[in-house]
């Protein structure tokens, strides 16, 4: 099953991208590999998930931040390649998670994400990846990830 084919049995709808929040673009193609800049927990009404998670946000609900992440992660990918069925594998993603002090359950957070990411693309949705925690995320966002792409 296709990528795009899935995403529509998941009943997942991508938004459209945003413009990005700085002086950078959210997409750079080099060779067969898509460098995605920092993406956020966007909402479709255009709020972000914000606040630390450990204080502000529960680990469940976070993990629903880094899922969100991931779709708009997703319609990033799709602007830029046209479609998801020109991605051959996600090969990195770096999570980092906005934590309280004494948080340090990032891996369970960016799983929002990395799950997500298996769900549409099987097998080629498994990646390499790092999820660290910081002190502060721009705007306050709960989550925030980079991923590298491989086209096919």
Do not use: W, Y
């Given at each position: 099953?296709?990528?795009?084919d899935?995403l529509r049995e998941?009943g997942?709808?991508?938004?459209?991208?945003?413009p990005p929040m700085?002086?950078?673009?959210p997409?750079?193609?080099?060779?067969?590999?898509l460098y995605l800049?920092g993406?956020?927990?966007?909402?479709?009404?255009?709020?972000w998930?914000?606040g630390?998670?450990?204080?502000?946000l529960?680990l469940e609900q976070?993990?629903?931040?880094?899922?969100l992440?991931g779709?708009?992660s997703?319609?990033?990918?799709r602007?830029?390649?046209?479609?998801l069925?020109a991605v051959a594998?996600i090969?990195k993603?770096?999570g980092m998670?906005n934590?309280a002090?004494?948080?340090?359950?990032?891996?369970?957070v960016?799983n929002?994400?990395?799950d997500?990411?298996?769900?549409v693309?099987?097998?080629?949705?498994?990646h390499a990846?790092?999820?660290?925690?910081?002190?502060?995320?721009p705007?306050?966002?709960?989550?925030?990830?980079?991923?590298?792409v491989?086209?096919?």
């Open positions: 099953m296709s990528a795009e899935r998941l997942i709808e991508l938004p459209a991208p945003g700085g002086s950078f673009v997409a750079r193609r080099v060779g067969n590999l800049s993406q956020g927990p966007q909402q479709p009404d255009g709020s998930i914000t630390k998670v450990g204080s502000d529960t976070a993990v629903e931040a880094a899922r992440t779709i708009v997703l319609a990033v990918i602007h830029a390649l046209g479609s069925d594998g090969v993603l770096l998670v934590t002090p004494g948080f340090n359950d990032t891996p369970a960016i929002g994400c990395s997500l990411l298996i769900e693309f099987g097998e080629a949705g498994r990846r790092s999820a660290v925690g910081m002190a502060e995320l705007s306050d966002i709960s989550v925030e990830i980079e991923m590298i491989e086209i096919a």
